[in-house]
């Protein structure tokens, strides 16, 4: 199955727009039945150092970044929306775009979910020659791209009640996922430079845990 990457309905609506609200609903719900923040939270918990400043790509809500705080108290966030209103005072906020944020010299640790697979490759690319001198930690889970993971989401979306954004964003996002060393190779991490760690869960999550080596 090759990567495939489509437009996704949640991007062209406005933030209050009813499906919009209704598909960042099922989004929480999705992310909870993953485990992402827990796994975030306990990876976090066994790689971060005292004097570490991560960034949140894709914040979002401030949910993620919240639930980090309680592992790491300097947790940043980038989107190209505002900040949420619970967001800290003591937290940075870049409303920013991605490929075009000049700070990354700031961050040691960079963290995604389920944000990466809306880049093409040159895109990743393009962010990991922006990250990579930088950072000694990246955190990230996104789809893993199967299409047995597809024929289940296909199933299982509806009879959870998922809006019909969630419901083909989810489809076109699985589409869009990686397999095997895909992301770190994508992002142009050297082997020689880096070392890295990737799993896939059952629930369709894909993984990876990129440390840069010591000298």
Same mark, same amino acid.
């Not at 000049?102 to 995604?112: F, L, R």
């Not at 040159?122 to 930690?137: D, E, F, K, Q, V």
């Given at each position: 199955?090759?990567?495939?990457l489509e437009?996704e309905?949640?991007d062209?609506l406005?933030?209050?727009?009813?499906?919009?609200l209704?598909?960042?609903?099922d989004l929480?719900?999705?992310?909870?039945?993953?485990g992402?923040a827990p796994w975030f939270a306990?990876?976090l918990?066994r790689h971060?150092r005292?004097a570490?400043?991560?960034i949140?790509?894709?914040?979002?809500?401030?949910e993620?970044?919240?639930?980090?705080?309680?592992?790491?108290p300097?947790?940043? +966030?980038i989107?190209r929306?505002?900040?949420p209103?619970?967001w800290?005072?003591s937290? $940075? &906020?870049?409303? *920013?775009?991605?490929?075009t944020f000049p700070?990354?010299s700031a961050y040691?640790v960079?963290?995604?979910?389920?944000?990466?697979?809306?880049f093409?490759?040159?895109?990743?690319?393009?962010?990991?020659?922006a990250i990579?001198?930088?950072?000694r930690?990246?955190?990230?889970?996104e789809?893993?791209?199967?299409?047995l993971?597809q024929r289940c989401?296909n199933?299982v979306a509806p009879l959870c009640?998922a809006?019909?954004?969630?419901?083909?964003?989810?489809?076109?996002?699985?589409?869009?996922?990686?397999? +095997?060393?895909?992301?770190p190779?994508?992002?142009g991490?050297?082997?020689?430079?880096w $070392? &890295?760690?990737i *799993?896939?869960t059952w629930l369709g999550?894909?993984r990876?845990?990129a440390e840069?080596?010591?000298p």
């Amino acid at each position: 199955m090759h990567r495939r990457l489509e437009p996704e309905l949640l991007d062209s609506l406005p933030p209050d727009h009813p499906d919009a609200l209704h598909s960042r609903r099922d989004l929480r719900v999705i992310n909870r039945i993953m485990g992402n923040a827990p796994w975030f939270a306990k990876t976090l918990a066994r790689h971060v150092r005292p004097a570490d400043r991560v960034i949140e790509l894709g914040s979002g809500t401030g949910e993620l970044s919240a639930r980090l705080r309680t592992v790491t108290p300097l947790v940043d +966030g980038i989107d190209r929306i505002p900040s949420p209103p619970a967001w800290p005072a003591s937290a $940075r &906020w870049h409303q *920013s775009d991605i490929q075009t944020f000049p700070g990354w010299s700031a961050y040691s640790v960079v963290i995604g979910n389920l944000i990466l697979h809306h880049f093409d490759d040159a895109s990743l690319r393009a962010l990991g020659n922006a990250i990579s001198p930088h950072a000694r930690l990246l955190l990230f889970s996104e789809p893993t791209r199967k299409r047995l993971n597809q024929r289940c989401w296909n199933i299982v979306a509806p009879l959870c009640g998922a809006n019909r954004v969630t419901r083909h964003d989810g489809y076109v996002s699985i589409a869009a996922g990686f397999l +095997g060393d895909e992301l770190p190779h994508a992002l142009g991490l050297d082997h020689t430079l880096w $070392r &890295w760690e990737i *799993s896939h869960t059952w629930l369709g999550a894909y993984r990876l845990i990129a440390e840069r080596r010591e000298p």
